[in-house]
């Protein structure tokens, strides 16, 4: 015969004895209730975007259709090599030389290439000399000298030129 | 008199690399101490551990011969080196989906009209709004809000009813945006004519009251712009050199070159170029100005090498003998426009844009085996 089975007095002794963290070490599987999650009601809609392509996808929405007019396909930002989305300044009716004229080139937006001139050809020497205009035309070029340090090309394969405009 | 150019370790082969790599390895240290710095090993490496190699391990310079030790100083051997290009259009639109799927799919939308809340009608339109009239007119037609489940009601006494047969039309998703287009359809120009129905039945004037029905059925004609279709008019005519073929594929360029082979781009590497800058002058040269690419990285993904039947002078540096070709590949995506072999410098005569199975067709068998794990499936 092998070990003999200890007395219940034994065993009580033995599982004092243990950590009593440690007691009971089986899994406890007690049912319990899980709350249902309330999820709003979602429709399918189809999404066309600016440039005609279009998906489906879930939404709250009960439109059916969606059409959107502005969006990451008529952004300059992620179609940086569409010269659609360029912002070259066409002056028709001559209003942003007037106002060039009157309160100077200091909030002009940022051109992002220096060497192409704009439609008007405003070179840099030419500037109207009163006070506003030094200042704001100084700060502009502390703007452009930290800013061509700083920044790079726009992402294009260099070496050669390529044209691949859609 | 016959050179006996004596050689220290075989031609590698994918087969003995690692043999090589551990026998000859430190006699190619040896070798490489002695000779200068632009050398090629000829080393066989995994791409995927190429990444992590050292710098100047990885920089593959012009002007690379394979130095073997040779019992004579007149003669030494040379691989051509060479770039290629693997320019890849990626897929356009998402695959379609496999009838399970889509079945699938189908039933959890119908599963979740009893899972989930309630639409609440009054948050988004109000009361006798013509949009809460119209809402309420096809409620009563499709019994539920959602469009692309079929005629289903989740809270009847049918509810318990939600399986369809086998290949119906409700699990397709271009019946799904079809419904969607249509219920669009019936919105603006049904309240519309409901509207002026109304207003005809007020107003005493009958030439008002026949403007605003014609403006009605003509607002009626104008239906919600269609989506373009998923087969394009390349894929009906099977045209392979067109870019809007196989929407749902990885498209590839392959190029006829001069000797009739139907091959990807590829150019010696000319000067001190890098592979980066000799992918950019192949796609160039090959293809020509009207396309904007980008090649990926400055590591190769795959490359290809053969030895000539006779070997050759090399046509620029006395004394060396040119054994065959190594082609090293770059990855390189198209985005915008097209191939066009006009002014090509290299005697391309033909390009064709295909994916992978169309490819393994037109290439060599050799060549396939080379270039097959760098295309894509899908």
Partial sequence: MASPIPSPGALRVLRSSVNPKLHCQTQIRHASLLRRPKRPYTFTQLVTLSDGSSFVHRTTNPIPVYKSTKDVRNTPLWNPSSQKLLNIEEDEAGRLKAFRAKFGRGWDAEVPDESTETPEGQPEAQREDSLMDLISGYSREAEKKSGTKGTKEPAVPSGKGKGGQK | ?378
Wanted: charged share 25%; aromatic share 8%.
């Fill in chain 2, 1 to 378: 008199m016959i050179l006996r150019i004596e050689r220290a370790r075989p031609i590698p082969t994918p087969g003995n690399a690692t043999a090589i790599m551990n026998a000859g390895h430190r006699s190619a240290r040896h070798i490489a101490s002695r000779k200068g710095p632009s050398i090629c090993h000829a080393r066989i490496s995994p791409y995927s551990s190429a990444a992590t190699a050292t710098a100047p391990a990885l920089e593959a310079q012009a002007q690379l011969s394979s130095i073997l030790p040779v019992t004579s100083t007149s003669l030494s051997q040379a691989y051509q080196i060479r770039a290629g290009v693997v320019l890849s259009r990626p897929p356009l639109l998402t695959r379609d989906l496999h009838p399970f799927e889509k079945s699938f799919y189908l039933y959890q939308r119908r599963l979740n009209e009893r899972l989930a809340l309630p639409f609440p009608r009054y948050f988004y339109f109000k009361k006798d709004t013509p949009a809460d009239i119209d809402w309420k007119r096809k409620m009563k037609q499709r019994l539920t809000p959602a469009r692309d489940i079929g005629v289903y009601n989740p809270y009847g006494p049918e509810g318990w009813n939600d399986e369809v047969l086998v290949g119906a039309q409700e699990a397709e998703p271009a019946w799904q945006v079809k419904r969607l287009l249509e219920d669009a359809d019936a919105s603006a120009p049904e309240s519309a004519g409901a509207d002026a129905a109304k207003g005809v039945e007020g107003a005493a004037v009958a030439e008002v009251g026949v403007e605003v029905a014609a403006e009605a059925s003509k607002k009626k004609a104008e239906p919600v712009e269609r989506p373009m279709p998923r087969e394009t008019e390349a894929d009906r005519k099977g045209d392979q050199r067109s870019l809007d073929r196989l929407m749902q594929r990885s498209l590839y360029l392959v190029v006829q070159n001069k000797e009739g082979r139907w091959v990807l781009p590829d150019d010696q590497i000319r000067g001190r170029e890098t592979l980066h800058q000799a992918a950019e002058r192949v796609l160039v040269q090959n293809a020509g100005l009207n396309m904007n690419t980008w090649v990926v990285g400055n590591v190769p993904v795959g490359h290809y090498s053969f030895e000539y039947l006779k070997r050759r002078p090399h046509p620029e540096r006395k004394n060396v003998e040119e054994l065959g070709e190594k082609i090293f590949f770059m990855k390189a995506r198209i985005m915008a426009g097209q191939a066009n072999l006009a002014d090509n410098k290299l005697g391309i005569k033909d390009f064709k844009w295909l994916a992978k199975e169309e490819v393994q067709k037109v290439v060599n068998q050799k060549y396939w085996s080379a270039i097959q794990n760098m295309l894509t499936d899908r």
